[in-house]
């Protein structure tokens, strides 16, 4: 009998969310379409498609200044343009014109040949380009480097310019790095984050803020002082809000699969599973975070660096093992950390959700951590409200 | 007095008043920048010193190059050998298994193709869903292995063709500097311009006072052109307040100041335009700034704060031409580092104008149909 109440309580604070929710348009609007679709779709804009090969500089207007004019310096510029990397590579710049066009928006880089290349490669002495590059545009200076010194690498001044990538440099010692191990595009990379970035970004506010909501109302404590178990309300909000959390993975992936061509590595249950554990693990927090008696707006700035400490710290910008120091520290405790290196091992290596053990177990105990907390913080609430 | 200048004037004096009032909102108008910054520059220090990122070698070789290679290796800041294994197959067990990001993998005949002008390889397996990472391990083994070929090249005089790629940036920020301070200034502009907005439309609809301010004499432009003015004493008070901890820490601003804040208060403006727009259609605060902030993210990415739009994939490229924060953005880039004049960003100037003139009036008119 009690069990059976146990669960029309859980059924009962369910339906009553869901009820809330079907009443507030803008809560559907941003929840289920606003935030799925601008972080999916800001994705595709920023990276391209799931099956596309993007070259960040392959469109970029990039002057060629040839101060040797010799066959070596020519060959140098036929190897830059047949590399693929550089589309919009332009001749006819002398060097101080394209020094002052830099920073204009007109040229974004100069590559300039100095006097004397050829001969020093006819040395056996290394020949020396310099490359002038608009630093000021953000991203531009390291993409046109790394691209000038992948391409060099596959430059011969002796023989006609190869028409593959991969190429055996005659009469010279090379060391040619054949690079094995699945490749992705941004968009597969980015999209395992942007996953748990709705899920968080949504999650949080809905559990965190609505009851934070639900208390400046004045609704809160009536149901905290209602007959209604407070695992009850815990588990009622939780399952609501799965059932969200669910939609939404639904709606981000469809949107990755069928707009941009993404093709997980890994089965619908796995995803599913994973989309849970991270839900699970945002609503235990919020459930925290609202169980400290901390207002709406509150939760809104809590949300915003939440959400700012994942995007920095969970390997969207930069990879967990090269951390050094305090962002170290925050990116080893962090647990969605975790719940994104689960997505992205199943999703882009295809490894079995199971095998991810070290990362399951700081999931779940993070998860089971924050639901007690929780659990005692507003049993403590629920005893001064009723004393 | 004009009575457009002189109600708005009025406005302006009371959102001010109002806010010195809250001591809440006021802490965040101020802690906001510097929680950003300090965000931001943990964020870069963590590129700046970043760990050395652990590979494993298996040196199926065993020729004097192959251990030189070896050592070279050794001794790269980006990566650390962490274990030498004896098979290929081990090496790229390591990898599936996430110990190591990287293996390198040295075959047989290796030292000796090196020596007899012939091209060796090594195989580089990498564990690329870590994006960064993988990278660095790449970066490193190129690296190294140009200085093996420079060393084999002084003791035996091996021919090799090796280009070195000498780098000149042409702004004026120190070589160490942060290449997105500009970018920080502009993000911090854009998000305090939407917390503006909340607290001068929103939060007051929701105290109750906004229908009594509209019913007053005065009419709705005058009404937002005082908040907009107010919220640009705000906005200029977070700019001085993100320069300053900028020159703290050492950055030079080449152009001239006063532009910096005319570019920031265009940028406020237009934010505030399209808040106040987007206010007209959601009334709660918590909402609104929870939409605000599903819009932000993305602008990380698209407003040219972060990453040039010129390195974006075509849509990505248009996206972010189309949205004015970008050409703000880009300006303040242009005199904070490049020390360019009005003239050279006066397109950036005219399209942050132009779609202030388009917002305004549309927010305006927004509002008057939903009352």
Redesign the interface.
């Known amino acids: 009998m009690s069990r059976l109440k146990v669960l029309r309580d859980i059924l009962a604070v369910m339906t009553n969310e869901f009820g809330v929710f079907r009443r507030n348009r803008s809560a559907i609007v941003i929840s289920l379409v606003v935030i799925p679709f601008f972080f999916t779709a800001s994705l595709g804009a920023g990276q391209g498609g799931a099956g596309t090969t993007f070259r960040p500089t392959a469109a970029l207007p990039i002057a060629f200044v040839d101060n040797d004019l010799s066959v070596a310096s020519g060959r140098l510029y036929e190897t830059l343009v047949r590399s693929e990397m550089f589309n919009r590579l332009i001749q006819g710049y002398r060097e101080d014109n394209a020094l002052a066009a830099l920073g204009k928006g007109s040229i974004y880089a100069a590559v300039v040949v100095p006097k004397g290349f050829q001969d020093r490669l006819m040395a056996n002495q290394p020949g020396t380009i310099i490359v002038y590059v608009d630093d000021g545009a953000p991203g531009v200076g390291n993409a046109v480097l790394s691209a000038v010194n992948a391409t060099v690498q596959t430059y011969n001044p002796t023989t006609e310019i190869p028409t593959s990538t991969y190429v055996e440099v005659e009469g010279f010692s090379t060391i040619q790095i054949v690079q094995k191990g699945a490749r992705f595009s941004g968009f597969a990379l980015g999209l395992t984050i942007t996953m748990s970035l709705v899920i968080v970004f949504a999650t949080f506010y809905e559990i965190a803020g609505g009851m934070s909501r639900e208390r400046e109302e004045g609704t809160y404590a009536r149901l905290l002082i209602s007959p209604i178990s407070l695992g009850a309300i815990m588990i009622g909000k939780t399952l609501y809000d799965l059932g969200l959390n669910i939609v939404r993975a639904i709606v981000v992936l469809g949107m990755a699969i069928y707009v941009y061509g993404a093709r997980p590595n890994t089965d619908f249950v796995t995803l599913l599973a994973i989309t849970v554990l991270i839900s699970l693990l945002t609503m235990g927090f919020g459930l925290l975070i609202s169980s400290l008696g901390v207002g709406v707006r509150a939760v809104v700035i809590i949300e915003f660096f939440l959400i700012l400490f994942l995007f920095a710290f969970s390997g969207f910008i930069l990879d967990k093992e090269l951390m050094k120091g305090i962002p170290q520290i925050i990116a080893t405790y962090l647990p969605w950390s975790y719940g994104i290196e689960i997505f992205k091992r199943t999703v882009l290596l295809g490894a079995p959700l199971l095998s991810l053990t070290f990362q399951l177990q700081f999931v779940g105990l993070s998860i089971v951590l924050f639901y007690v907390l929780s659990y005692f913080l507003l049993k403590l609430a629920r005893e001064r409200l009723v004393g | 007095m004009n009575p457009l200048i002189r109600d708005s004037t009025a406005i302006a004096k009371k959102d001010l008043k109002q806010l010195s009032r809250d001591p809440?909102s006021l802490a965040?108008t101020i802690m906001f920048p510097i929680?950003?910054i300090s965000?931001f520059t943990?964020?870069s220090?963590?590129?700046r010193?970043?760990?050395a990122?652990?590979v494993v070698i298996a040196d199926l070789d065993e020729s004097a190059q192959s251990k030189m290679f070896i050592d070279e290796l050794s001794v790269s800041k980006l990566i650390r050998v962490a274990q030498l294994v004896q098979t290929e197959e081990r090496a790229?067990e390591t990898?599936?298994a996430?110990e190591a990001?990287g293996s390198v993998v040295i075959p047989k005949d290796f030292g000796n193709?090196?020596?007899?002008?012939?091209?060796?390889?090594?195989?580089?397996?990498?564990?690329?869903?870590?994006?960064?990472?993988?990278f660095?391990v790449?970066?490193a083994?190129?690296d190294r292995?140009r200085e093996?070929?420079?060393k084999?090249?002084a003791q035996f005089?091996?021919?090799?063709?090796?280009?070195?790629?000498?780098?000149?940036?042409?702004?004026g920020?120190p070589p160490n500097g942060d290449?997105?301070l500009p970018?920080y200034l502009g993000l911090i502009t854009i998000l305090g311009a939407f917390d503006d907005a909340v607290n001068a439309i929103t939060r007051e609809r929701e105290r109750g006072t906004y229908t009594r301010l509209v019913l007053t004499p005065m009419n709705l432009l005058s009404i937002y052109g005082g908040k907009m003015a107010a919220a640009l004493v705000i906005n200029a008070m977070r700019t001085s307040f993100v320069l300053m901890i900028f020159v703290l820490s050492g950055l030079v601003i080449q152009g001239n100041i006063l532009l910096v804040f005319l570019i920031t208060s265009l940028i406020s403006m237009f934010t505030l335009s399209l808040s106040m727009m987007i206010s007209s259609?959601?009334r709660?605060?918590?909402?609104l700034?929870?939409?605000e902030?599903?819009?932000t993210?993305?602008l990380?990415?698209?407003s040219?704060?972060?990453?040039?739009p010129?390195?974006?994939?075509?849509?990505?490229?248009a996206?972010?031409r189309a949205l004015p924060w970008t050409w703000g953005n880009?300006a303040l880039?242009?005199i904070m580092?490049?020390g360019?004049d009005l003239n050279?960003i006066s397109a950036d100037i005219l399209v942050l104008a132009i779609s202030i003139m388009i917002f305004l009036p549309l927010a305006t008119l927004l509002s008057k149909r939903t009352m």
């Open positions: 809440l965040l929680l950003l965000m943990v964020i220090g963590a590129f010193d970043s760990h990122v652990p790229l990898v599936k996430g990001i193709k090196l020596l007899n002008a012939r091209a060796a390889f090594v195989v580089l397996q990498t564990d690329n869903s870590k994006v960064t990472a993988s660095t790449i970066r083994v190129a292995s093996l070929l420079n084999l090249n005089n091996i021919r090799l063709v090796s280009v070195d790629v000498v780098p000149r940036p042409v702004s920020r290449f997105i970018g259609r959601i709660s605060s918590a909402t700034t929870i939409m902030i599903a819009i993210f993305p990380f990415q698209l040219g704060a972060f990453s040039a010129e390195i974006l994939p075509a849509g990505g490229r996206i972010s880009e880039r242009r580092y490049l360019l050279a």
